[in-house]
């Protein structure tokens, strides 16, 4: 693991994304939109809408989000703390943060829109994850304070609410093709499976881990999920693959030295996924042997504390955003 990790960064399998940069309009000034929230001391968490497919949000801990073109952004280190993509329609941003609130912001323009953001309350400790089900109709959340929700998007209600001894929540994600469900990790070595309509007890308990999900990602077809874990000096920060129909472990990832922070299946190309590591480094492995397929590491990158991954259509590329590098990278055939 060691030799593994002290790797510099190989630009034969990492380079910047170029490419992107040249066949987009030039802008000497990035297009981004700021939004700035002094009543809040820390957002955390953020999911943007992808009815704009060319932004992704970053979230810094002094409240304030921003919003880039990814297409025409230059590609400067930035100290944020998370960064993640969405599942809505609406072209809103969700923020959830340490003042136990959540909060809908609508994207109109590229103008901070007027309109005053509306806010989901009812947790009584920091909100610590957040997700969109596809229509946006649903808001999933979870708190520190070992309770689970439910939100009715358009009016801001909660529907369903449980608190669960000893589950502190960690992240969570909606489950494609299965509308209903919500998969969401926690402090008590779980990952736990709430339904829609029935929120009072989990649908399902995936057991098996020594340390705690950080993050968390389903495949596309709704049937694996990814996740990523802390763990310090090598030992643990592993990403695991589950078979969700089973709750059976597919496989294990291990290089990682420090907590892996963030975790994503590669959209499309699910049997590529990727971690990302506070010890400065992000692998992409093969999802189903766990074999390492690509790494890249640099210290000048800070810790990472999330990732999204986007395949374009046109080829056989990913590009990787993180809270402080964008890169692509060209999957090989592992078969």
């Known amino acids: 693991m060691g030799a593994c990790a002290s790797k510099d960064r190989d630009m034969g399998q990492w380079a910047t994304d170029e490419a992107a940069e040249a066949s987009a309009h030039v ?16 957002t955390s968490v953020v999911d943007l809408s992808p009815a704009f497919p060319s932004l992704i949000a970053t979230a810094w801990d002094d409240g304030s989000v921003m919003i880039i073109n990814i297409m025409i952004i230059d590609w400067q280190s930035r100290e944020v703390l998370m960064s993640l993509p969405a599942h809505a329609k609406t072209r809103s941003l969700y923020a959830c943060s340490r003042d136990t609130t959540i909060s809908q912001q609508a994207i109109a323009s590229s103008d901070v829109p007027a309109a005053a953001p509306q ?11 957040i997700a969109i089900n596809a229509p946006e109709t649903h808001l999933a959340s979870g708190s520190r304070d070992t309770g689970t929700s439910l939100w009715d998007v358009t009016t801001g209600t909660r529907v369903q609410h449980t608190t669960t001894s000893q589950n502190i929540v960690t992240c969570m994600t909606w489950v494609p093709q299965c509308e209903t469900l919500v998969a969401q990790g926690g402090e008590d070595l779980c990952v736990r499976l709430w339904d829609a309509r029935s929120w009072k007890s989990p649908a399902q308990t995936i057991q098996g881990y020594v340390y705690f999900p950080l ?20 030992v643990g920060c592993e990403g695991r693959v589950w078979d969700r129909r089973t709750g059976k472990l597919v496989t294990e990832m291990h290089v990682h030295l420090q907590d892996a922070t963030a975790c994503a299946y590669v959209r499309h190309k699910n049997a590529f996924a990727v971690t990302a590591s506070k010890d400065s480094s992000l692998r992409i492995w093969n999802s189903a042997s766990g074999e390492l397929v690509a790494s890249s590491f640099d210290q000048s990158s800070g810790m990472f504390t999330g990732v999204a991954c986007q395949s374009l259509e046109s080829s056989d590329v990913v590009r990787v955003f993180t809270t402080s590098f964008a890169g692509m ?3 090989t055939d592992t078969s």
Do not use: C
């Open 27 to 42: 802008n000497e000034k990035p297009e981004a939109l700021l939004l700035q929230r002094p009543e809040i001391p820390a």
């Open 119 to 129: 806010s989901f309350t009812g947790h009584t400790l920091s909100v610590s994850a």
């Open 215 to 234: 993050s968390i990602d389903a495949s596309d077809d709704g049937n694996y999920l990814l996740t990523s874990s802390k763990g310090f000096n090598g």
């Open 329 to 331: 990278w060209p999957p």
